[in-house]
């Protein structure tokens, strides 16, 4: 697409950048965040509410929920599993660039929680700047109460802070 180029100039100069599920996919795809999502570890299409947890809420994206705040959303995707080398999994780690990881409902993060066998149940990444932030779970699905929860309403607070 034309407006790829737009979007990765803006990327390049700050702009926030957000990319949900296949948003996600063409971040990785655009060079704009490292790693790439593969197929589910099932080989199947998911669609159902899972947990997770903030991992880093001190971001433009994140200020508005609690550290290791235990999430409910919504997955539906088939290409969820982040996987990247062990470098980059170093730098998401030491540099507090993963946003959320998938848990259980106390937010233990373990493998047997994990829907679709991405590494370290990475469920959302930011860049180095942390100025683009790609996730898998889809939080604009979660706003109302009346028709799922509000738990994705935090990042889109966050985001006009």
Known sequence: ????????????????VLGICNGFQILTETGLLKGVLLRNKNLKFINRDVNVKVFNNDTKFTNKYKKNQILNINIAHNEGNYFTNTAH???????????FKYCDKEGNVKESFNPNGSLESIAGIFNSKK?????????ERMVDKLISNNDGIGLFSSLLN
Not at 1 to 16: R, T
Not at 131 to 139: D, K, S, V, W, Y
């Open 89 to 99: 999994l170093e730098e998401l780690n030491n540099e507090n660039l993963i946003a």
């Open 1 to 16: 697409s034309l407006i790829i180029d737009e979007v990765i100039k803006a990327a390049n100069n700050g702009c926030l």
């Open 131 to 139: 100025n683009i932030l790609g996730m898998m779970p889809h939080p």
